[in-house]
C-alpha cells in the first residue's frame, strides 16, 4: 500500500528535503506541497491524502488552525495529520493533540523514525511517545477545566475499559497493554476501538486528550 502525503510547510528547502526523503522510500507518494496553513487544508481537501505533515508556524493560517479545519471537516476523515516542528513546547504538543493531530514530531528526528511515524499513523495508531505522552500528562494536571462527555456514553464504558483507556492515556501501545493485562493484542485493539466508538474519539491521539478532559482518567502528580 502506498502512503499518500501532503508536506506543509513555509521553508522550500525543508519541504525539498522531506520530499527527496519520501520519493527514495519505498510505500511513499507525496501529492501536495504547502507553503502555509491554507494552502495545506485545500490540497487536503483536493488529495484527500494519508497524512498530512504539518509544521506550526506558518504565515497566515498556522499548523494548529489547519490541524483543526481538516479533522473538523467530515469530508476528509481519513486524513491525518503529523505535526511536525523545531519548537519543543508544551502548549504546542496539547494544542496539536486537541486539534486532532494524530502524532507530534521534532524537526531533528531522525529520517528512520519520520518514515516509522507516517508509518504508525497511516495504519491508524497515533504517534504518542511516552516522552510526549508525559508532556500532555503534566499538562493536563494545570488544567482543571474538563470537557463533557455524553453520560450515557462514560456509563456504557465497562471496568474493563477503564482500565484500558487508563493504559493507553499512559502512553502504552496494543502490545504494552495486551502484555500488562495478560491479554491477547487483537484483543487490546478490540478494546480500544470499542471505546473510540463509545467516545467518540477519532483516533488513538483524540482518545487520550478526551480521557484527560472528560475526567475519565486522572493525571498523576509526580
Known amino acids: 500500500m502506498t502512503i499518500t502525503v501532503v508536506l506543509a510547510d513555509d521553508q522550500a ?3 525539498a528535503g522531506f520530499r527527496v526523503l519520501l520519493e527514495t522510500e519505498d510505500g511513499f507518494d507525496v501529492v501536495g ?13 483536493e488529495h484527500k491524502p494519508d497524512i498530512v505533515v504539518m509544521d506550526v508556524r506558518m504565515p497566515g ?14 469530508a476528509l476523515a481519513g486524513v491525518k495529520v503529523l505535526v511536525l516542528t523545531t519548537f519543543d513546547v508544551d502548549e504546542y504538543v496539547y494544542e496539536a493533540l486537541r486539534s486532532g ?14 518514515l516509522r511515524a507516517l508509518r504508525v499513523v497511516a495504519a491508524g495508531e497515533a504517534l504518542l511517545a511516552p ?16 470537557r463533557r ?6 456509563k456504557a464504558i465497562t471496568d474493563r475499559e477503564r482500565e484500558v483507556l487508563g493504559l493507553v492515556a499512559g502512553g502504552l ?30 483516533d488513538r491521539a483524540q482518545l487520550v486528550v478526551l480521557a484527560y478532559e472528560s475526567g475519565l482518567v486522572t493525571p498523576r502528580r509526580h
Do not use: C, Y
Open 173 to 202: 501501545s496494543n502490545d504494552e497493554i495486551a502484555a500488562h493485562l495478560v491479554i491477547s493484542t487483537a484483543t487490546a485493539r478490540t478494546h480500544v476501538s470499542r471505546i473510540m466508538t463509545k467516545i467518540g474519539a477519532r
Open 61 to 74: 493560517t498556522d499548523g494548529l488552525e489547519a490541524t483543526r479545519r481538516i479533522t473538523a471537516d467530515p
Open 33 to 45: 506541497e504547502a507553503g502555509d496553513g491554507a494552502q495545506a487544508v485545500a490540497l487536503a481537501a
Open 101 to 114: 493531530a494524530s502524532g507530534f514530531l521534532l524537526k531533528d528526528t531522525e529520517p528512520v523514525e519520520l
Open 149 to 154: 462527555i455524553d453520560t450515557a456514553a462514560v
Open 13 to 15: 528547502l525543508v519541504r
Open 131 to 146: 516522552t510526549v505522552t508525559r508532556r500532555l500528562i503534566s499538562e493536563f494536571v494545570g488544567r482543571p477545566e474538563h
